[in-house]
Structure formats: structure tokens, C-alpha cells
């Protein structure tokens, strides 16, 4: 599926409630100009967010603020759309590379930005 009215097609052939979408907000920033269209069409139908963002061109997987998704916009939509799904942090500052003594820090910035995007879910 690619535009919001194929996924919404594919969940009623599944007919089932135990089907949703998975709305990634950083591979939607890649293939689309503007999310929020398809944010509030979709609306409660999204039951899992994958939140990264990026430049607009790669896949980054980095964190919310760093890039150029607009987050504000994004959030509201959400709202707006009655989405009740968690935010999944798909990012990584701590991987491998990450040196073991910056871990706690990153982690804790990584908590912070995600109750920044919380208070922006109105």
C-alpha cells in the first residue's frame, strides 16, 4: 500500500479488528510532501507509530527534532484523528557505536524528547 485510501482498502477486506496500520512518520516524510492528510484520514485506524526522522531523502532513523519533519503538525494530526497508538522510538543514538559512558545521557534525552511529543498531542 502506498496512499492512506489503499490502507484503509486493505483493513476493510481484512474486516477484522485486530488489523491497523503501523503509520512510520519518517518513512512518510520521505515519500510524501505533507503526512497530515493522510494522518487525519487514517485517524484512529493507526494502531502503532514508528517515530525517527530524517532529511527528507535517507532513512536516518534519527531522533524527533533533528531532521525536518514538522512535529508540531504531526502531533496534531494525530490528535485531531482520535490515533491512540504509543510512540515507538525507531532511532539509533544508542547503538553500537555509542560509546557506553553516553548511553544513560542518550537515553534520557531520547525520554525527554518523547514526552515533548506527547505535550504536543492536542
Known amino acids: 500500500c502506498v496512499t492512506a485510501d489503499e490502507l484503509i482498502a486493505l483493513m476493510d477486506a481484512c474486516n477484522s479488528e485486530y488489523v491497523g496500520v503501523c503509520w512510520d512518520v519518517g518513512h512518510a516524510n520521505r515519500m510524501m510532501d505533507n503526512q497530515v492528510p493522510s494522518i487525519l484520514k487514517l485517524g484512529d485506524r493507526i494502531k502503532a507509530l514508528h517515530i525517527d526522522d530524517n532529511r527528507g531523502k535517507d532513512d536516518l532513523h534519527v531522533l524527533p527534532f533533528t531532521g525536518f519533519i514538522p512535529w508540531e503538525d504531526v502531533m496534531h494530526a494525530l490528535y485531531q484523528g ?16 555509542m560509546p557506553e559512558c553516553l548511553k544513560d545521557e542518550a537515553a534520557k534525552l531520547c525520554y525527554k524528547v518523547g514526552e515533548h511529543l506527547v505535550s504536543l498531542y492536542k
Not at 82 to 97: P, S
Open 82 to 97: 482520535g490515533c491512540k497508538a504509543d510512540l515507538i522510538f525507531e532511532i539509533g543514538t544508542c547503538g553500537d557505536k
